[in-house]
Structures are given as structure tokens and as C-alpha cells.
């Protein structure tokens, strides 16, 4: 994410000094917001595998919205923790009713998190976007073994040559999927739209073999006698 900034954090981060944190990856700098947060209250930090997301974007806390960095850190903290998009949004509404309406960096901060807890919850561990001049509007959406393979037929099926498919060098990666964004100034929108037809594809088929085993079971009763 581009400028991420944090102001007045020095004597929360140690050797990063404060002022501005440019070009630091979503996933160093909410793995460092949340090791901070329980070290200054004295809580065991244990690493944990989340989902990476590196999105070229501004996604952060401006202090034209929030000076004070105390503020900032609780809020930062309410949006990171949530790992469910429904509470996530009822902790939105409390910031806003307690702050303010959020302004676009923050806004962009949150979708960020929202794209996270959706892949995570897809099978996916990273979401990375390409920043080669060469290869514009693309992302690299890296699948692990607990995502469904049965979704990529539907998903070329709906993309088209927007999507393709290529083996990962990492051992826990089933492979890469790269997606082509068409619109550079909605690209969030236009991932959160992709892991959203990701999701509808696998409640499909989930509905299917519930529905699938009713019908077996149906036909097995009906045989019995």
C-alpha cells in the first residue's frame, strides 16, 4: 500500500522511527499494530498465518481525521481484530458514531480488511498486486489446498481471459491465480466483486451436494421396503 503513514510512533515501534512509513506492505504493518498492541498490554504475541494483502493504495489514518496517536492505535486495533465482515461492520458504525464519518484512506484501510477476512475464508493467502510497468491492472491471488479447485471452471466461464493459471513455487500453494482489473481507481471494488463471485460459486456447490445427499437419502427410504 502506497504511503501508509503513522505519525508520533516511536516509542510505540521501537526501531521504526516516526514520521512517515512509506511503501510498507499491509501485512508487515498490521503484523506490527497487532504485536504492539499486546506488548503494551502484556499479552503473549504468537505468529499466526493471516492472509496477505498488498494493494497499491492509500490506507491509512490521516491526521487531518485523527491526531492523537492513542486514538488512532484503538482504532486501528477495533478494524484489525475483526476477522468476521459482519462484525466488522457493526465496529465501523460505533468508529463513525464515536469520530466521525471516515475519511477515503481509511475507507480504502477497511476494505483492505474486508478483502482479508473473505479470503481468508476462500483458501487464499495472498492477494498481491503486480508492479511491474509491464503487467498493469493485474493482482496475483495465491490459493492454498483449502481452496475449492471445483471453482475455477465457473470462474472462466465468468472471466474469461481476465483470469488465468499458473503453478506457485511454495510448498503450502496449490498455485496462482492472476485476475485482470479493468478500472484502476476501483480496483478494490472490483477484487471484493471477483472473491464475491468466489464466494457465490462455493455456496452453490455446497447447496448442490446438500441437496444432492437429500435426494440419496430420499431414494434410499423410498427402497426400503
Not at 471494488?189 to 455456496?203: A, M, N, P, R, W
Request: proline fraction near 1%; hydrophobic fraction near 30%.
Amino acid at each position: 500500500m502506497r504511503d501508509l503513514e503513522i505519525r508520533g510512533a516511536g516509542s510505540l515501534f521501537g526501531d521504526i522511527q516516526s514520521g512517515h512509513m512509506e511503501q510498507v506492505g499491509y501485512e508487515t504493518y498490521t503484523k506490527l499494530l497487532e504485536e504492539n498492541i499486546k506488548e503494551l498490554k502484556g499479552e503473549e504475541i504468537v505468529n499466526e498465518e493471516n492472509t496477505l494483502v498488498d494493494i497499491l493504495v492509500d490506507a491509512y489514518i490521516p491526521d487531518t481525521y485523527i491526531k492523537k496517536q492513542k486514538y488512532k492505535m484503538d482504532i486501528y486495533q477495533e478494524i484489525i481484530y475483526c476477522k468476521d465482515n459482519a462484525k466488522l461492520k457493526e465496529v465501523v458504525k460505533g468508529l463513525i458514531d464515536r469520530y466521525g464519518e471516515f475519511p477515503k484512506e481509511l475507507k480504502n484501510f477497511v476494505k483492505i480488511i474486508i478483502l482479508r477476512n473473505m479470503a481468508e475464508n476462500l483458501g487464499i493467502s495472498k492477494i498481491i498486486e503486480n508492479k511491474s510497468e509491464y503487467i498493469k491492472n493485474t493482482v496475483n491471488i495465491h490459493i492454498t489446498d483449502k481452496f475449492d479447485i471445483n471453482s475455477v471452471e465457473p470462474l472462466i466461464k465468468t472471466y474469461g481471459t481476465r483470469i488465468s493459471f499458473k503453478n506457485s513455487k511454495e510448498e503450502r500453494e496449490k498455485g496462482i491465480i492472476t485476475y485482470s482489473y479493468k478500472d484502476e481507481s476501483a480496483k478494490i471494488e472490483e477484487i471484493h466483486k471477483f472473491l464475491s463471485v468466489l464466494k457465490s460459486i462455493k455456496v452453490k456447490e455446497v447447496e448442490e451436494v446438500k441437496e444432492g445427499k437429500k435426494i440419496n437419502e430420499n431414494w434410499r427410504n423410498n427402497n426400503k421396503h
